[in-house]
């Protein structure tokens, strides 16, 4: 798990780098994947590009040199934004590219929405349950002696012959380069970063009493436009917001619930 300035890192390249991921798709996610498999490869390549005693336009040429020749453009950007950024520790720059290079390959099934981000997950951790099943299933993925194109072969045959392209590539990789986790693991982090995609989708509504169809259609347009896709509205009544309404969509968070104007009065009163 990342913290500090790894942590604030991903994120920024993350927010910087998502029309490219949305453009990209499948074909970023494999491009940035590749180029992870060079990075943890060589490790004095790792340590120049988290050396902090070089600077940003160092690190950049070093990407440059090596990658300008075999990446697209989007690809090679996202590597130098991350190439020239502050991670705590070296292997933080490999897991930076392993988690955008997963986000790419969602980004892919988000062109279908909630739904579509919905149908992944359910391909990561269906595929993840079906391995459980068998103690001989478990032992053909993990095993490191088989040739990688075998677990490969397997892995599409237990997710399906229609998987998605997303989810064929991040079980592939998840079962080829599992990065010392077990490929079960590494699926799952994979679900995760799907997870995070899908909140993004869904607005968790709170409000003081139950709304009526026409109160529900009214709000979910108004937050269909205020965040410019459709939302899934998931809502809950609690009759502690007084007279108001508490939104979240991913961290985002509308309130404008009476409980949370008193206590922001009184907190200003004890001031």
């Not at 590749?34 to 070089?54: F, I, N, Y």
């Amino acid at each position: 798990m990342m913290a500090g300035a790894s942590r604030d890192s991903l994120n920024a390249v993350l927010t910087a780098s998502g029309p490219a991921l949305a453009e990209g798709g499948v074909a970023l996610s494999s491009e940035l994947f590749s180029a992870l498999d060079v990075l943890d490869e060589h490790g004095a390549l790792r340590r120049s590009l988290t050396d902090p005693a070089w600077s940003t336009e160092r690190r950049h040429g070093l990407v440059d040199s090596l990658f300008g020749g075999r990446l697209t453009p989007g690809a090679l950007q996202v590597l130098k934004d991350l190439a020239g950024r502050r991670w705590s520790a070296e292997r933080d720059l490999g897991d930076a590219l392993e988690t955008v290079a997963a986000h790419a390959a969602a980004a892919e099934a988000e062109r279908g929405g909630h739904d579509g981000l919905a149908g992944l997950s359910r391909e990561l951790l269906a595929f993840n349950r079906t391995a459980e099943t068998s103690h001989e299933v478990q032992w053909a993925l993990t095993d490191q002696q088989a040739p990688v194109e075998a677990r490969r072969r397997l892995a599409e045959r237990l997710l399906g012959a229609d998987s998605s392209q997303s989810g064929r590539l991040l079980v592939a990789r998840a079962v080829t380069a599992p990065r010392g986790r077990k490929p079960f693991r590494a699926v799952r982090e994979f679900a995760d970063v799907v997870a995070q995609r899908q909140r993004q989708w869904i607005a968790d509504v709170t409000v003081a009493r139950e709304l009526d169809e026409g109160q529900r259609a009214r709000l979910s347009s108004g937050l269909n436009r205020a965040f410019g896709r459709d939302l899934v509205l998931d809502v809950t009544v609690d009759p502690a917001v007084v007279g108001g309404i508490r939104v979240q969509v991913g961290d985002d968070v509308i309130d404008g619930s009476m409980s949370n104007r008193l206590n922001d009065l009184q907190r200003r009163m004890a001031a």
